[in-house]
T-cell receptor, first 113, second 114 residues
Framework: AQSVTQLGSHVSVSEGALVLLRCNYS??????LFWYVQYPNQGLQLLLKYTSAATLVKGINGFEAEFKKSETSFHLTKPSAHMSDAAEYFC???????????FGKGNQVVVIP | DAGVTQSPTHLIKTRGQQVTLRCSPK?????VSWYQQALGQGPQFIFQ???????QRGNFPDRFSGHQFPNYSSELNVNALLLGDSALYLC?????????????FGPGTRLTVL
């Protein structure tokens, strides 16, 4: 079964600073990996996805993530944080043959002016 | 395109009652999945419907049941509600011919059990 580990439930970052959210996965097969963002009182919005093509994936709002098989990681980064990036971020893994998502516990990002 | 819609947005029930939540998938999607998101947690997979049948199920008791209609819309039913069932319930839709298991989420239904 697939699983995801996200450490550090709350992450504080200064406006203009690097955003780095860590995600490590466990999967018995080459996985599909996703990052979702959730704003208060809203559903989940897909930021980006890895589906076995390019290992560096670019998403919306300036976010990108790199798949590293040797480290079983899929960390999310953004070079310069904006106030509008304050939200909760979830990493998720899926087995390509099994259309269900397993989510991590999430990272609540706070942007400090 | 209206995207995934869910109703109601909020619901308050008491222990022991039953509840039905509804979901309309994104246009062109034929698969509906339901997730439970407890406060401060990531979403947990409940089950998935395709061709009006439950195709996959997560680790949830039989009190949780569902249905999919010919127009692909879906219901989630929870019987004998417990306080621990209080959560945000998310519906996600996808297409069997679609891109890499990508799922589109609705805004959720916030269920409070008193």
């Amino acid at each position: 079964a697939q699983s995801v580990t996200q450490l550090g439930s709350h992450v504080s970052v200064s406006e203009g600073a690097l955003v780095l959210l860590r995600c490590n996965y466990s999967s018995s097969v080459p996985p599909y990996l996703f990052w979702y963002v959730q704003y208060p009182n809203q559903g989940l919005q897909l930021l980006l996805k890895y589906t076995s093509a390019a290992t560096l994936v670019k998403g919306i709002n300036g976010f990108e993530a790199e798949f590293k098989k040797s480290e079983t990681s899929f960390h999310l980064t953004k070079p310069s944080a904006h106030m509008s990036d304050a939200a909760e971020y979830f990493c998720a893994v899926s087995d390509p043959g099994n259309n269900r998502l397993a989510f991590g516990k999430g990272n609540q990002v706070v942007v400090i002016p | 395109d209206a995207g995934v819609t869910q109703s109601p947005t909020h619901l308050i029930k008491t222990r022991g009652q039953q509840v039905t939540l509804r979901c309309s998938p994104k246009s062109g999607h034929d698969t509906v999945s339901w997730y439970q998101q407890a406060l401060g947690q990531g979403p947990q997979f409940i089950f998935q419907y395709y061709e009006e049948e439950e195709r996959q199920r997560g680790n949830f008791p039989d009190r949780f049941s569902g249905h999919q209609f010919p127009n692909y819309s879906s219901e989630l039913n929870v019987n004998a509600l417990l306080l621990g069932d209080s959560a945000l319930y998310l519906c996600a839709s996808s297409s069997t011919g679609g891109s890499y298991n990508e799922q589109f989420f609705g805004p959720g239904t916030r269920l409070t059990v008193l």
